[in-house]
C-alpha cells in the first residue's frame, strides 16, 4: 500500500503513471482523497476538458471562469482566450498564463474570413492542445454564423443578463425596470445562429427593488452570471449537460444549489 500527498487531481495525473503497474490500492491525502478516485477510475483515464474563451471587452466573465479552472479538483482546463480586437481581457487571460489571440473584425474582408481565423484558433494544435472541445462566449459582441454554431452545436455556451427568453439583446437591465418585471436574472445557453436565442441550460435570478436602477441592477446581476457560468461549465466538462436536438438533458439531476422542484431549465435563487 502506498500513501501518497495529492493536492488535486492535475497532481495524480503526473504522479500515477510512475507507479508500480503491480499497485493495488492507494491512500489519497487531502482534497483528491474526497473524489472517490481509484487506480481502475485513473486507468479509464480522467482528463481535463480543453476549453477556450471569447470575448469582445473587459472579461469578468472570463475571469470568473478562470478562477473557477485553475482550481485543483475541475475538470476545465481553459486553454484560450479570443477576442475580436484588443479587448482588456487579454491581459487579464495573459497574467492568468493562458494563450491569447486578439482578431480584429476590421482586418478581415469577411464575417466568413474571420470566422474560419476564428475556427482554425479554436481548432489548431500549437494554439490548443489538439483543439478545444468547449467553448464559452463571455461578452463577445458578434453574431456568429450558423455554419460556424454547427461546426461547434453543442459545445459552445453563452452567458446573457435576462431570464431568456425574456429581453434579448442589449439594455437588458433597464428593459426589465420598464417592463415592471419583478425578478429579473442571469442565463447560461447553448449558442445558435439567432441572438441569444439558444436553448437555455439555467438561470439565476434575484428580486428587481423599486428603487433600482438599470446600473444597480446590472452590478447586482453581474455577480450571478460569476456565479453560475462556472458552475454549468464545471457541469459541462463532466459530462453532466448535453444538447440533444433542442432539448437540453442533465444527465446526473440538479446541480449544487438548485431547486430540485422546477422544470428544465434549472433555476438558482438568489
Known amino acids: 500500500m502506498l500513501m501518497l500527498m495529492m493536492p488535486g487531481r492535475r497532481l495524480m495525473r503526473s504522479t500515477l503513471p510512475g507507479i508500480h503497474p503491480g499497485l493495488q490500492g492507494i491512500w489519497l491525502i487531502g482534497p483528491a482523497a474526497m473524489t ?59 497574467r492568468h498564463g493562458i494563450k491569447t489571440l486578439a482578431l480584429p473584425r476590421p482586418d478581415f474582408a469577411s464575417r466568413r474570413d474571420h470566422e474560419a481565423a476564428i475556427k482554425d484558433a479554436l481548432t489548431t494544435d500549437a494554439l490548443t492542445k489538439g483543439g478545444v472541445e468547449l467553448i464559452c462566449l463571455a461578452g463577445y459582441m458578434r453574431l456568429l454564423s450558423a455554419d460556424f454554431c454547427r461546426d461547434f ?67 447586482r446581476v453581474l455577480g450571478l452570471e460569476h456565479q453560475l457560468y462556472p458552475l454549468v461549465l464545471g457541469a459541462m466538462a463532466e459530462g453532466l449537460i448535453t444538447l440533444k436536438g433542442e432539448t437540453v438533458e442533465h444527465r446526473s439531476g440538479p446541480l449544487p444549489g438548485v431547486i430540485t422542484d422546477l422544470p428544465s431549465p434549472l433555476t438558482w435563487q438568489a
Open 36 to 94: 472517490g478516485f481509484s487506480l481502475t477510475h485513473y486507468q479509464h483515464g480522467i482528463e481535463d476538458v480543453k476549453t477556450a474563451v471569447m470575448i469582445s471587452g473587459r472579461g469578468s466573465n472570463m475571469a470568473a471562469l478562470l478562477d473557477y479552472a485553475t482550481q485543483p479538483e475541475t475538470r476545465p482546463e481553459i486553454v484560450l482566450v479570443v477576442a475580436d480586437g484588443p479587448a482588456p481581457g487579454l491581459d487579464i487571460a495573459a
Open 153 to 219: 452545436e453543442g459545445r459552445m455556451i453563452n452567458i446573457h443578463p435576462s431570464l431568456l427568453p425574456l429581453h434579448k439583446g442589449l439594455d437588458t437591465h433597464q428593459k426589465a425596470i420598464d417592463a415592471g418585471d419583478a425578478v429579473h436574472g442571469c442565463s447560461v445557453h447553448f449558442v445558435t445562429a439567432g441572438m441569444d436565442d439558444g436553448p437555455v441550460i439555467a438561470q439565476r435570478q434575484l428580486a428587481v427593488h423599486a428603487d433600482d436602477t438599470a446600473d444597480s441592477l446590472a452590478g
